[in-house]
Structures are given as structure tokens and as C-alpha cells.
């Protein structure tokens, strides 16, 4: 079974910066697909990026584009996202998965998350 371990969230300002990391274990991470998704309070959970296997090809939602980086060092079966020019919608609960199914309720199971507050 997949366990997934998010971290890295915290308090930030307005226009300010943070780096996630997801660790993975129980899959062979270098063949798979990682995506991370957030949650708002209220709100469903919403797909954030993908990045393809082998360090392949990233995506973004549009709203995330030009401020997120998806990234994963395949030796630590780590997937990262670097988050710059925060903003205070971007408040959320962070997770991450295996594959690149944009839809979160496909998924079975799920990290307990990284909490992520922007907010001055």
C-alpha cells in the first residue's frame, strides 16, 4: 500500500514562499506519475500539478502556473512543490498522490496533508 508523508506547510505572509515535500513509500516512485492537490476549508479538493515519471513533463493548474513548481528527486522518492507570490486563496490543506488523474475522488487513499496559511 502506498503511504504518502506531506510536510513543509506553515504560516506565511502575502507574497511570500514555502517548499512541500512528499515522501513516498510502497510504490516504485521512479515509474510513477506524482501530483499534489489542495483543499480549502469548504471546498472540494482541487488538482495543483502533476509531474511526469523520469522527471517528465509538469502541469499546472491555471491559477498555479507562474507561481508553483512541481519537482521530484527520484533517489529520495520525494516529490517537492516550490510555492512563490502567495496569495491568500492559496490557504489550503496540501496533498499529494501517485498518478496523474486530475479528479482527487478517484483516488483511494490519501497523506494526512500539510496545512499552508497565508495570511498577514
Known amino acids: 500500500q502506498v503511504q504518502l508523508v506531506e510536510s513543509g506547510g506553515g504560516l506565511v505572509q502575502p507574497g511570500g514562499s514555502l517548499r512541500l515535500s512528499c515522501a513516498a513509500s510502497?510504490?516504485?516512485?521512479?515509474?510513477?506519475?506524482m501530483s499534489w492537490f489542495r483543499q480549502a476549508p469548504g471546498k472540494e479538493r482541487e488538482w495543483v500539478a502533476t509531474?511526469?515519471?523520469?522527471?517528465?513533463?509538469?502541469a499546472y493548474a491555471d491559477s498555479m502556473k507562474d507561481r508553483f513548481t512541481i519537482s521530484r528527486d527520484d533517489a529520495k522518492n520525494t516529490v517537492y512543490l516550490q510555492m512563490n507570490s502567495l496569495k491568500p486563496e492559496d490557504t489550503a490543506v496540501y496533498y499529494c498522490?501517485?498518478?496523474?488523474?486530475?479528479?482527487?475522488?478517484?483516488?483511494?487513499?490519501w497523506g494526512q496533508g500539510t496545512q499552508v496559511t497565508v495570511s498577514s
Open positions: 498522490n501517485t498518478g496523474r488523474v486530475r479528479l482527487s475522488s478517484l483516488y483511494n487513499s
Open positions: 510502497g510504490c516504485i516512485f521512479s515509474i510513477s506519475d
Open positions: 509531474i511526469g515519471r523520469f522527471g517528465g513533463t509538469a
